[in-house]
């Protein structure tokens, strides 16, 4: 399995980013990908996942209402738009994915892991 994220960038406070990953490597649609981000001397912490089988996504409360996770199944990718950002989303934002089954977005439920974007931004 391969993940390949990409869409990272520099914006201004209240700007919107939207990253891409593309996944490649599994056979049938019962796996889950997910967004985690990595702050400086922070630890990784979940932000949004899908359930490719089902369509069912989650996002965490400080991404609520500003973040949302879609994915294109004709294309493999999965898409985390990013609006009204702010200084506090800075970060690396890695794609990781799993086999089904999987309850939350623990990093050590995770079993294939991009190489991660950066996104920066600007106050």
């Known amino acids: 399995v391969q993940l390949v994220e990409s869409g990272g960038g520099l914006v201004p406070a209240g700007g919107s980013l939207t990253l891409s990953c593309v996944v490649s490597?599994?056979?049938?649609?019962?796996?889950?990908i997910a967004w985690f981000r990595q702050a400086p001397g922070k630890e990784r912490e979940g932000v949004s996942s899908?359930?490719?089988?089902?369509?069912?996504?989650d996002l965490v409360d400080s991404v609520k209402g500003r973040f949302s996770i879609s994915s294109d199944k004709s294309r493999n990718t999965v898409y985390l738009n990013m609006n009204r950002l702010k200084p506090e989303d800075t970060a690396i934002y890695y794609c990781?994915?799993?086999?089904?089954?999987?309850?939350?977005?623990?990093?050590?439920?995770?079993?294939?892991w991009g190489q991660g974007t950066q996104v920066t931004v600007s106050s």
């Open positions: 990781a994915a799993t086999p089904l089954p999987v309850l939350g977005m623990r990093v050590a439920q995770f079993k294939y």
């Open positions: 490597g599994f056979t049938d649609d019962d796996y889950v």
């Open positions: 899908i359930n490719i089988a089902d369509d069912f996504t």
